[in-house]
């Protein structure tokens, strides 16, 4: 039976390479769960979508698929619960998908660019100039820069490090987001217009956020109910709006849910008892889109000319920042 299968994976190996030079081969098992089916996933814009799917068969799964190749992808059991990313390249890999505490215990062999995100994994702290230097022709430096590290640089420093990078990666979807990124993150920057924009309520009612401006300083606030920074951050948010909501200041807040339920549930929980928006389309937000917003929370202080003063204040930096203004 083992050279039967051995056999039967180098046949599609074979067969596959034959047809396209992007050919994706994995063999795995499957183990500390009962699993039908092992689910091929996707990576685009933080959201893995469904490419392909294998019968598991006495806890053993292959896949042998046309699809880009070097590319992140997801192996899953359950569509609805989370996934193992991996760095795939032209290499076939093993793997060890074990679904329990999220798949925090499986195992990949065979992909040299999982073994180099792995190492980044493992380091404390890592400069992303250097970083890209070392690797300027991987996708796992293109991804860090793209995921962990252009939420917290300016668009002059996403630009140069985008430089850095080998330029056979400048057509990925990663590169081409960072350069769409660099150019909003321009025309939101303090000094500049806040875009307007409009947005169903909490009732279904479209609001537009020019619609709040014009009496005072508007926090334009992006958040979600699942976003546990936010949570947290909440609480004071509520404080300062108490405290400075008859001198001149509101708040709007954008969120990033996916279900109304947890949305309402959540403004409900926190008792946030100003203006909230969203589109419910998660990280897909046309209003995230437009001011760049790759982490949350995140904000804008707008003043009454619709004018963006500051960004991200969060805690005592927000407060002094308003005490100054509203004095």
């Known amino acids: 039976m083992k050279t039967i299968l051995v056999f039967a994976v180098l046949t599609c190996m074979l067969s596959c390479t034959n047809q396209q030079k992007n050919c994706i081969v994995i063999e ?3 183990v500390n769960a009962e699993a039908e089916k092992v689910y091929l996933q996707k990576f685009e814009e933080k959201l893995f979508f469904v490419i392909d799917s294998v019968e598991v068969v006495d806890g053993n799964f292959r896949f042998s698929t046309i699809a880009p190749l070097p590319e992140i992808y ?3 059991t359950d569509t609805q619960k989370g996934q193992l990313m991996i760095f795939l390249d032209a290499n076939p890999v093993q793997v060890v998908l074990d679904p329990s505490e999220n798949y925090r215990h499986s195992e990949v062999t065979g ?3 999982q073994d180099l995100y792995a190492e980044y994994l493992k380091q404390d702290e890592v400069v992303i100039e250097d970083f890209i230097k070392a690797h300027p022709k991987s996708l796992v430096a293109t991804y860090v820069l793209y995921r962990n590290f252009s939420y917290r640089l300016s668009p002059e420093e996403i630009q140069a490090n985008i430089r850095l990078l080998d330029s056979s990666l400048w057509e990925t979807q990663y590169v081409k987001t960072l350069k769409e990124l660099a150019e909003t993150l321009l025309s939101v920057a303090p000094g500049k217009s806040a ?3 409009i947005a169903d309520d909490t009732e279904g009612q479209p609001v537009a956020l020019s619609s709040r401006l014009g009496s005072g300083y508007v926090l334009l606030d992006f958040w979600a109910s699942w976003c546990p920074p936010c949570r947290r951050e909440n609480p004071h948010l509520v404080a300062l709006y108490n405290k400075y909501k008859d001198r001149g200041f509101d708040i709007f807040s954008v969120s990033l ?3 109304k339920d947890a949305w309402l549930k959540g403004i409900a929980d926190d008792n946030l008892t100003w203006t909230h928006v969203s589109d419910l389309k998660y990280w897909h937000s046309a209003p995230a889109a437009l001011y760049g917003v790759r982490a949350i929370p995140s904000n804008f202080l707008i003043d009454r000319d619709g004018v963006i003063v ?6 005592d930096a ?4 308003l005490a100054e203004l509203l004095k």
């Open 257 to 259: 849910d996916r279900t």
């Open 318 to 321: 927000l407060e002094a920042k």
């Open 28 to 30: 795995g098992k499957v």
């Open 310 to 315: 500051a960004k991200n204040l969060g805690g």
């Open 111 to 113: 992909s040299t660019e």
């Open 74 to 76: 997801g192996l899953t």
């Open 195 to 197: 875009p307007d924009f």
